[in-house]
Nanobody, 120 residues
């Protein structure tokens, strides 16, 4: 089992910044990718950014050039630096970790979620 503990959400003004952290604990061997997803009220959960164990990243188009994902392998922790936040970024952000269980098949672990609210 893998536990994901998130921190760093909160309230930001438009144009402001926040930094999210997610630390993985437990049976983390085999986790090959971690990332952030978000879910706004009344909307589907969507990918924000992910990073592989080798450091490869991918981002949703809506956050490119504003958000940066990074990882500290020694601490089993990923970060999401969010700059120039906009009201449409308001959502619950979830940390995700993927374990490869078969060829082209992953098992997903999820954190409990952290609220990010962007408002003046």
């Amino acid at each position: 089992q893998v536990q994901l503990v998130e921190s760093g959400g909160g309230l930001a003004q438009p144009g402001g910044s926040l930094r999210l952290s997610c630390t993985a604990a437990g049976r983390i061997s085999g986790i090959h990718r971690m990332g952030w997803y978000r879910q706004a009220p009344g909307k589907e959960r969507e990918l924000v950014a992910t990073i592989s164990d080798g450091g490869d990243t991918n981002y949703a188009d809506s956050v490119k050039d504003r958000f940066t994902i990074s990882r500290d392998n020694a601490k089993n922790t990923i970060y999401l630096e969010m700059n120039n936040l906009q009201p449409e970024d308001t959502a619950v952000f979830y940390c995700n970790a993927k374990r490869r269980v078969a060829i082209e098949a992953d098992y997903d672990y999820w954190g409990q979620g952290t609220q990010v609210t962007v408002s003046s």
